[in-house]
């Protein structure tokens, strides 16, 4: 069983940054794709980004590319996701999630594990 710890959020301006750090536990299969998600109040669960276990192959929403990043640090077991020039349209939970096997679209049923989430709030 997967366990996921989000950590790192909190409030900031407009324009600021903030990074999430998501630390995993219990692999029992060969590869893992972990994303990061958010909700906000009233709105649809919206994937943001995504990478495999070995750090490879980071994909992005168009929604988030180019302010974004989603790395990998393997020997701490923890994905980050870097944000940068944060909107008040960026305010929401943010989640980090996980699936046993390849990296396949954004789809939140897609993936079996989740954390907690952190709440992120961007303030004009």
């Known amino acids: 069983q997967v366990q996921l710890v989000e950590s790192g959020g909190g409030s900031v301006q407009t324009g600021g940054s903030l990074t999430l750090s998501c630390t995993s536990s219990?692999?029992?299969?060969?590869?893992?794709?972990f994303g990061w998600f958010r909700q906000a109040p009233g709105k649809e669960r919206e994937g943001l980004a995504r990478?495999?276990?070995?750090?490879?192959?980071?994909y992005y929403a168009d929604s988030v590319k180019g302010r974004f990043t989603i790395s990998r640090d393997n020997a701490k077991n923890t994905v980050y996701l870097r944000m940068n020039d944060l909107r008040p349209e960026d305010t929401a939970m943010y989640y980090c999630?996980?699936?046993?096997?390849?990296?396949?679209?954004?789809?939140?049923?897609?993936?079996?594990?989740w954390g907690q989430g952190t709440q992120v709030t961007v303030s004009s």
């Open positions: 219990g692999y029992t299969d060969s590869t893992y794709c």
């Open positions: 990478i495999y276990i070995t750090g490879t192959w980071p």
């Open positions: 999630a996980a699936r046993s096997g390849f990296c396949a679209g954004f789809t939140a049923t897609a993936y079996n594990y």
